[in-house]
Every structure is written in C-alpha cells, then in structure tokens.
C-alpha cells in the first residue's frame, strides 16, 4: 500500500485524505456533500437512528456514515439509486405518520423534514397516512410540545441528558407506540424542565418551539389605552440578521431598533442599560463578600435556566448566588417605577416587551417574585425567531431600514454591557467595574482576554486591584452540575463562577435564529459582541452616566434598601416535579381504601437508592398478598431532599429510610387499622 493509500480513502471516486475526522459523515461533508440527516450532532453522542445518513461502502454494503469510522482505503459511494431510494423511503414513512400541515407550522421554511423531502424530490407519500392527532402539550410558559411533529431523532433528549444533564424527557414505548416524553408521561410544564429550550433549537422540525406570544403583543400594541415598551437584549442585534439572509454576526442593532417604532412599539430601550445597572450591584455584592469572606463563591444570576436549575438540584448553595434580578427584570422594574409618573398613567397601563435571546426569559417573566400589586414587571418576552417574524408581518425588510436610535436615558449602555450575551461577558464586566472600584482609576485597556474562550468551563487566576481573584466561568448546565459538585467536596475553591445554561451563552440561546453550522454562527455571534463593545466610547458600568443619574433619583447608593426592593430578588429549594403521585401497584377495592405507602423518586432520594425501596416494596406486597391492602406509590418531594430518602407510610413520613424500616412501618399501620384495610403510600 503506498503512502497516499495509507492516509486517504476514496468517497465517489475522490481521494480524501484522512485528517482526525471521528466519522465518514464528516469525511463526506468536507469535500462539500450534504449527506442528509436528522440525528447526527457533532456536540452529541453518535445515535445514527434516521438512516439517512447511509453509503455504500465496498466490500461491506450499507452503513450509516455517522456510525462507521474512516479507514484508508476505503471505497465509499454516497448517491447509488439503492440510497436514494432508501432515503426516499424512509421520509415517505415519517410523512406517513406526521402531521403534515406545514403551511401553519412555526418551522415552515426552516424544518429539516421539510428541506429533505424536497431535497429528495418526494412529491406524493406511497404509504397510507397512519397518523392519529395527539394533544399539543402547551404547558410549560417557555416551549411548546406536539407530538404530532416529532420523528424520534432523539436530539433533544439526548442533549438534555449529555450536555443539560436534566433528563427532563426521553424515549418512552416500543415500536409503532414509541415516543418522546417528559417522565411518567406528564406534562413538560409539571416536570424538571429548566426552560433552556435547547431541545428546540436542536429540533429538526415543529415537535419542540418557543411558547409564541406574538398575537399578545400585537393586541397590546394596537390597544389606544397602552405604552407599548421594549427592551432588546445584546445577544438578539447580533443575529437576527441570519433570519433575513445576513452574514452570521451581522450588528443590526439600528434596524431593529427603527423595525420596532415602524411597528408601533412607543418606546425602545436597551437591555444592556441594565446590565451596566447588574454590574454595579453585582460587584459591588462581590466586593463586600469577598472583603468579608462570607458566603464564597458568588454564582451569577443572570440566566433563570441555570437559576431554576440551581433551585431543583442544589438548594444547599442558594445563598450563594447572587441576589441580583437579571438584567430583564431589572429593566422592567425601573420602567414600571418611573414611566407611569413620568407619562401620566397608571403601571398597569404600560406594557413592557422584552425581546430576547432566551426561552427561559419568558418562565422567568412569570415568576411571582417579579409581579409587583399583582401586576408582572415584565409582560411578554420575544425571542429573536418571534421578533423577525413580526417583521416580516409588517412587510418591513430589515435590510432597507435606516438605522434609528434607541430612546434615552435606559438605552445608553457602555461596552460591559453589550458583552453580557457572551460566555464570560458577566465576569469580565464585573472586573472592569471592580478594578476601578479598587483602584480608583478605570482601566485604560479594558479587556480581559484570559476571560475570555469557547471551552464550556475556564478556570482562571486574575489579578485586580492588588487582590488575587480565582475564577470559573462554565456554560452548560452538565458542566454546571460538575462545578458545583466539585464545590461541594471541596476540590475546587472559586470566588466567583459565573455560569450560562446555553452553549456560548446568551448568543447561543434557544430562541436565536436556527439551522446548520451552529458552532460558527455562536463564534461570529460572540466576536460581533465584542466588537460592539470596541466600538462604543466607554466600556466600563460605573461610566454610564445614565446608570449614575439612575441611583441619584430612585435608588440611593448600591445595595440600597431601595435597589433590593427594585433591583434584587431571592431564590428558594424548588419541586423537580408538580406531577401527582403515581401508583406502582394496584390495590383492589376496600371498604376504607389501602394504606398508601408514598416513595420519593425524585433526584435526591433516588440518588439515596429509593429506586431498591420501591422495587422491594412492589415485591413485598405481592410475596406477602397485601395487594388488597396496600399500594405503593412513586411520589416527587417532600422537601426533605437531604434527608433521603424519604418515604411516607400513610400521615407517617420516614426520613433516611431502608426497605426494612419501610415494612415494619406498614405492618404496624396494618395492625392498627380496625378491620384490617391497609393503605400505603410510596413517594
């Protein structure tokens, strides 16, 4: 074999040379052919479930290109009638059993179903349509789920469970009946969902999607009686230009501006002024902690996924993120404190939009923290695919606008601001704040380029002001998790860590615009960002003098007792689950009902081994005929989740329990009882 042999392999009669790809379908991408595919991602574990992905590799047959690594020598053909043919038929088979009104599908025009059909030249389906509507699942405040749509590529359920770590839905079934679902079949919105809706972003059709609320905001915006108010975030004006055939990173930040007064927004604001408004309280909350040492790490909270996520998982480390209100909230609260006295109405005749990156921005709005006399802070939340499609509603191309300007004094910002949407951004920021802080004198050359990088957790030594800083700064919620179990033992020892549930941060978000080369577009995204803050006059919170006037009026000195009432928040230890309770084992009818004998089998406690409690139980009610009396039943808190695992015997709660515990538990209520009815409840 000569040497070229021995490093390239043949793909449709085209020497390839091997160059550390993990795949042939990476090897058949590089020389410019679109093998199509649903499941395959180059972040995620290889699943090769869609088969459209198949060569025909000689001297083998056929293989999915995703699943088969290169070798030299290999002779591959990607375009053999036998392949078209296989791909053809496996789309007529998905379109068989899908939901097919693509007209009023929010994918329609970028659902990947869609593109492959036509790429295929699939103009009529050979298969009769086995398809029974099943219910949209409209539960959750930031996603919505029709099942109606999916294909069962189990992209988003596995970068739930590997990059997310939630594990919030999975596989459920077998065959003709298997389906993608949140656990124990309920609904997205009672589960452990944190709202990232990285799901959806990675959804190759309608299946997972931003919860719309377009015709709301529409309805608000056409009513005579309201102040329409929006805030966009630093993220969105660098990528909604995507949507409109832009270059990746394109700064539309003018034209979206001038769309939305087009549109009939009465008032635009810039999110990144309360950011710079963030980045005072917040490093200033940094500075006293640091100064004292108390209650060390300080997490950012910024980004409600990894908030929520940090309120199911770890509520032991709740008093160490930051009390600070996102920048979201804490722009509508200080419009919702100043406009109406200012505009002559009442706040609840002002409305205010925020137009974000992020699906969980629109949980977040909901949260009855950020509600104040009954009336939210925020009112609706757009993400940057819903924003475009109001534009595109209006008729408006956004690449003829004239650039307009924000409103003042909340849509002057400072470069710290604008890098918020980047991983990193918030760090950086709060650095540059407390270098002058501890200085007094702002840095000349504001960037901290150490901060700064695309790996998922960065662990930095800094120096400022004369005092050594540790740093983590992490994107990804299962990076996340990892951080914070290596706080919790101890192995790691930060100050600060700033954390972002979507890859790159907020550029990264669900709500971004989506499609193919997903990693450039979030690079090109981040390097707009920074170059907007380049670009700007000033680069540091404490300069914008806005921010400052802002303190003088309404909120005193940071950390304030007015700031805390407007500007912070507080956190609490949250249920992964509001399901009911669900019965494991069938109790037969009784007089008094069975004894419910309830086992916790959320996180913590089936960390703590409850999965071998309820097992034993399930066995020990059948071995011992108790199934007219008791029943056993999978149950989702007691808030006692260091204590598990927990389980409750009729009114009778067992912290720390074993299976033998358990059983004297029950035999004892089943002695008691005056005829002998026994109920038994396992949470």
Request: charged share 25%.
């Amino acid at each position: 074999m000569s040497k070229v042999q021995a490093t390239t392999l043949t793909i449709d009669g085209r020497n390839v040379a091997i160059e550390g790809e993990k795949n042939l379908l990476e090897l058949v991408r590089k020389i410019g052919i679109d093998l199509p595919t649903f499941c395959y991602h180059s972040d995620l574990s290889v699943y090769g479930a869609c088969r459209l992905c198949l060569v025909d590799v000689e001297g083998r047959g056929v293989l999915g290109a995703c699943s088969t690594p290169p070798e030299p020598g290999l002779v591959i053909r990607t375009n053999t009638q036998e392949l078209r043919e296989i791909r053809k038929i496996a789309i007529e088979l998905l379109l068989a059993n899908h939901d097919r009104e693509c007209t009023s599908c929010v994918r329609s025009g970028s659902c990947q179903l869609q593109d492959i059909a036509r790429r295929l030249g699939i103009t009529n389906i050979r298969y009769r349509s086995i398809h029974q509507p099943k219910p949209v699942d409209t539960s959750s405040p930031s996603l919505i789920r029709d099942p109606n749509k999916c294909v069962l590529c189990g992209d988003c359920v596995r970068f739930c469970d590997e990059i997310q770590s939630v594990g919030a839905i999975d596989f459920a079934y077998r065959g003709h009946d298997a389906a993608v679902l949140p656990a124990f079949g309920q609904d997205l919105g009672a589960g452990e969902c944190v709202n990232c809706g990285q799901c959806a972003s990675v959804c190759p059709t309608g299946a997972l999607a931003p919860a719309p609320e377009i015709e709301a905001v529409w309805q608000a915006i056409h009513d005579p009686n309201t102040v329409v108010v929006a805030q966009i975030a630093p993220a969105v004006r660098v990528a909604i230009g995507e949507q409109f055939g832009g270059e990746y990173g394109l700064n539309t930040t003018g034209q979206v501006v001038a769309a939305m007064k087009r549109m009939g927004f009465d008032i635009v604001y810039d999110t990144s002024f309360s950011a710079d408004l963030t980045v005072v309280e917040e490093a200033n909350e940094f500075i006293a902690r640091k100064t004292n040492g108390e209650r060390l790490p300080l997490f950012t909270s910024c980004c409600p996924g990894w908030v929520k996520f940090a309120e199911q998982y770890f509520p032991q480390l709740l008093g160490n993120l930051s009390s600070c209100r996102s920048p979201q909230q804490m722009l509508g609260s200080m419009v919702k404190h100043t406009l109406p006295a200012q505009l002559g109405r009442e706040r609840k005749d002002i409305v205010m939009v925020a137009i974000m990156p992020c699906t969980a921005k629109k949980f977040e709005a909901r949260r009855p923290e950020f509600r104040t006399g009954g009336v939210p802070d925020v009112d609706y939340v757009l993400t940057t695919q819903e924003l475009a499609r109001m534009i595109e509603e209006s008729g408006l191309s956004l690449n003829k606008l004239n650039p307009a300007s924000f409103d003042m004094p909340m849509g002057f910002k400072t470069g710290a601001g604008v890098i918020f949407g980047n991983s990193g951004g918030v760090t950086e920021a709060v650095l540059r704040y407390a270098a002058g802080k501890l200085t007094g004198q702002n840095p000349v050359d504001p960037e901290f380029e150490d901060i700064r990088g695309e790996e998922s957790l960065r662990l930095i030594r800094t120096e400022v002001g004369g005092v050594e800083l540790k740093l983590a700064i992490v994107h990804g919620l299962g990076k996340a998790r990892e951080v914070m179990e290596r706080i919790l033992a101890g192995t790691l020892l930060v100050d600060l860590v700033e954390v972002m549930a979507c890859p790159g941060g907020c550029i990264g978000g669900a709500g971004q615009p989506v499609g193919r080369d997903i990693a450039q577009r979030r690079k090109d995204r981040t390097a707009a960002l920074y170059n907007a803050d380049r670009l700007l006059d000033l680069h540091c919170s404490q300069e914008n003098h806005f921010v400052t006037e802002c303190y003088q009026k309404y909120l005193g000195e940071p950390g304030s007792r007015e700031s805390h009432r407007l500007l912070h928040t507080h956190y609490h230890h949250r249920r992964r689950t509001g399901a009911e309770d669900i019965a494991l084992t069938k109790a037969k009818e009784s007089s008094d009902g069975p004894l419910i004998v309830r086992v916790c089998a959320g996180t913590g406690c089936f960390l703590r081994n409850s999965q071998a409690i309820i097992q034993g139980l399930m066995k020990h009610v059948e071995a011992n005929d108790l199934d007219d009396r008791v029943q056993v039943q999978a149950s989702f808190c007691f808030e006692r989740c260091g204590e598990g695992p927990n389980v409750a015997v009729g009114e009778t709660i067992i912290s720390q329990a074993t299976l033998e515990k358990v059983v004297q538990a029950i035999h004892a209520e089943l002695a008691q009882a005056p005829d002998g009815t026994v109920r038994a409840d396992a949470c």
